[in-house]
Structures are given as C-alpha cells and as structure tokens.
C-alpha cells in the first residue's frame, strides 16, 4: 500500500512563511516527479509546483519567486513558502508519479492539508 503523508499546513498571517513536507511509505521500485497540488473553495485544483527525479522544477507563475520545491531523499517533497498572500489559502496536496515492481507509473495523492493566509 503506498502512502502520501503531508504536514506543515496552518494558520499565517500574510508575508510569513510555511514549509510543507510530503513522504511516500510502502513498497515501490522508484518514484518520479512528486509536486504540489491546491484547491482553493470553488476552483479547480491547480498545479503549485512539481520537480522530477532529476531535480528540475516547474512553478505556477502566481508563486514563482515565492515557493520552493525540493527533495531530499526519494521519498520526500517539501515546498517552501515564502511572502504568502491571503490569494494562497487553498488545501495543498501532495502527488507522486510512483512505480511499483511489476506495475507501471501511478499517480498517488495526499490527503491534504489546509493552508490558511490572513490579512
């Protein structure tokens, strides 16, 4: 069974900072692009940020200069979250292009989690 396991979400007034972390758990051969996923109450989910197993990334133009994707291992993604806006409140979710022995490439997902910007 492979798990998506996010934390880091909560409540920051405009201008401050969160990281959020993402680890997979559970059996697999190799894990390609991870990245960051929010939906915000009446939208469509939309891509933050993603970074493949090489390292390259690519941002959504409303956080570039603000966010940071990375990886410090195979298992794990983190986005840093810089001069936050109230615009950015959404849920985030973390995503991962996982392979298991004997399957192909699948997406998973996180659960979610809420992050919430004051003005």
């Known amino acids: 069974q492979v798990q998506l396991v996010e934390s880091g979400g909560g409540l920051v007034q405009a201008g401050g900072s969160l990281r959020l972390s993402c680890t997979v758990s559970?059996?697999?051969?190799?894990?390609?692009?991870m990245g960051w996923y929010r939906q915000a109450p009446g939208k469509q989910r939309e891509l933050v940020a993603r970074?493949?197993?090489?390292?390259?990334t690519n941002y959504a133009d409303s956080v570039k200069g603000r966010f940071t994707i990375s990886r410090d291992n195979a298992r794990t993604v983190y986005l840093q979250m810089n001069s936050l806006k109230p615009e950015d409140t959404a849920v985030y979710y973390c995503?991962?292009?996982?392979?298991?022995?004997?399957?192909?490439?699948?997406?998973?997902w996180g659960q979610g989690t809420q992050v919430t910007v004051s003005s």
């Open positions: 970074i493949s197993s090489g390292g390259s």
């Open positions: 995503n991962a292009d996982v392979t298991r022995l004997g399957r192909g490439p699948e997406a998973y």
């Open positions: 559970g059996s697999i051969f190799s894990i390609n692009a």
